[in-house]
């Protein structure tokens, strides 16, 4: 659809690693440039302590790896349908609900598009997961009317969803040139996300297209849960995760889960938490994991590990192995992570997404033969072992990548001008 004139509203894509804010203009992209030129601002929040404000995105990680002292928060998408949501945590000196830092985020996002655009956004369409809780309709509920109250204190007058997944259809549905039955699977930083959908180059400008939505489906599990699996499975034993206490039972793995789970790394910087680990040292069989494990806190070198697990991740997308140097913990220490062990780590995850997938042809009433395409976005959806997995539920369907982080702000960017024009 040519446009003659700008969209008078905008779509927001909320990532848990990534955020892209889509606007229809003439002459242009789908996406608004965000920080430095790119279209993705990172979903990270830095209170920097010794300057009394936040950063966000790169500048947020850069400041945060220059050695600022202050507070990092990422995956601040995977506060929505959690606990901490109606709770506050300590900022700057002061308590801040987070329900306040999901403000300060998106309220960032906001003011960076109506820069870029010249002009003030009062309608958005707000992608969201199918499900940002599994199997709790209460929760999941909370979520979504959590963020559009956020969303209204911001200033948005008009508040809707679309579904990331449906979204990232109307991306691609832009470019094709025939009729296809198209599965969509989105897998981003904190939910798989998926959708059943017949695309055609003549239902494009369509209003209505709930019946060319056949069914919808999705799973907790995204980029951040594999970053935690790698974590667990390949660094975290370096540090006691899975050693013995003198009594021959496990050592408790409470203090290794929090430092593999994004939003709860700073819980292991908590008094508490050192003097657990420094009691529990003395019952340790071997204390050697719990002293890497406390020169670690006392670094405050948490986030660090997690961006270094997150790194090789990507990097045992493309390559067989990868080594991280923890020398700033213990001279000569690292870890060798390979491919077949991130692979492994990652099982039960890619068998619930399958096992989703499964249930939602099942729902639709359609067989894996009839699907035409497989249409991959999503950040995490470049992770080989996961591509062969859902590949071999649909034998006959093609394979398509699209914009892994720009697909859904962009489709949301044309849901918006649908809905508000």
Same mark, same amino acid.
């Given at each position: 659809?040519?446009?003659a004139?700008?969209?008078r509203?905008c779509?927001i894509?909320?990532?848990?690693s990534n ?5 229809r203009r003439p002459g242009?992209g789908n996406?608004?440039?965000l ?6 601002l990172?979903?990270v929040?830095?209170?920097?302590f010794e300057?009394q404000?936040?950063?966000?995105g790169r500048? =947020?990680?850069g400041?945060?790896l ?17 606990p901490?949501?109606? +709770?506050?945590?300590t900022?700057?000196g002061s308590?801040?609900?987070?329900k306040?830092?999901l403000?300060?985020f998106?309220g960032?996002?906001?003011a960076?598009?109506?820069?870029e655009a010249?002009r003030?956004f009062?309608?958005?369409v707000?992608?969201?997961?199918v ?11 909370? =979520? ?6 956020v969303a209204?204190e911001?200033?948005f007058k008009d508040?809707?969803f679309?579904?990331e997944?449906?979204?990232?259809a109307f991306?691609y549905e ?6 296809e039955?198209?599965l969509i699977v989105d ?7 998926f959708?059943?959908v ?7 400008a369509?209003a209505e ?11 907790h599990?995204?980029g951040?849960?594999f970053d935690?699996q ?8 370096l540090f006691?995760y899975?050693?013995?206490?003198k ?9 290794h889960?929090?430092?593999?789970t ?5 819980a292991?910087?908590a ?10 040292r003395y ?5 050697t994991g719990i002293d890497?494990?406390l020169?670690?806190i006392?670094?405050?070198a948490g986030?660090?590990l =997690?961006?270094?697990?997150?790194d090789?991740k990507i990097?045992l997308?493309?390559e067989?192995s990868r080594?991280?140097?923890? +020398?700033r913990?213990?001279a000569?220490l ?5 491919r077949a062990?991130f692979e492994?780590?990652i ?6 997404i399958?096992?989703s997938?499964g249930?939602?042809?099942a729902d639709a009433?359609?067989g894996?033969?009839?699907v035409d395409?497989?249409?991959?976005t999503g950040?995490s959806?470049?992770i080989?072992?996961?591509?062969? +997995?859902?590949a071999?539920l649909l034998?006959?369907a093609?394979?398509?990548?699209g914009?892994?982080f720009g697909g ?7 849901? =918006?001008?649908k809905?508000?024009g």
């Open positions: 659809m040519t446009l004139t700008p969209a509203a779509g894509d909320f990532g848990t955020s892209t804010v889509g606007w242009a996406l608004i440039a920080e430095d030129g790119k279209d993705t990172p979903s929040l830095f209170f920097n300057e404000r936040p950063a966000f500048q =947020a990680l400041e945060y220059d050695g600022y002292e202050g507070r990092l928060m990422r995956s601040l998408k995977s506060l929505l349908g959690s901490l949501l109606n +709770s506050a945590t900022v700057l308590a801040m609900p987070f306040q830092i403000g300060l998106l960032e996002l906001k960076r598009a109506e820069i010249g003030p009062e309608q958005v707000l992608g969201r997961p499900f940002f809780v599994d199997d709790d309709p209460a929760a999941d509920r909370e =979520a979504a009317e959590t963020l559009v109250e209204r911001l200033g508040v809707s679309q579904y997944p449906i979204a990232a991306d832009a470019g094709i040139d025939r009729e039955l198209v897998i981003g930083g904190g939910t798989s996300d959708s059943l017949r695309l055609a180059p003549q239902r494009r369509l297209r709930q019946d060319d939505i056949l069914a919808t489906g999705g799973v599990i995204g951040t849960d935690k790698l974590s667990l499975g390949g660094v975290m034993p006691g899975g050693s013995r206490m009594s021959d039972a496990l050592m408790p793995t409470s203090h889960m929090n430092l593999a994004w939003h709860t790394i700073n292991v910087y008094q508490k938490s050192k003097i657990a680990l420094e009691s529990m019952d340790s069989a071997d204390p890497r494990l020169r670690l006392e670094q405050r986030h660090w =997690a961006m270094q697990v997150e090789s990097t997308t493309e067989d080594s991280i140097d923890f +020398s913990i213990e000569g690292s870890a060798e992570l390979s062990l492994a780590a099982a039960a995850q890619l068998a619930r399958n096992a997938i249930q939602l042809l009433g359609v894996a033969a009839q395409t497989l249409f991959f950040g959806s470049g080989p072992a996961l591509r062969h +997995s859902v071999s034998p006959n093609r394979q398509v990548e914009n892994r859904i702000g962009s489709g949301l960017a044309i849901e =918006a001008h809905r508000y």
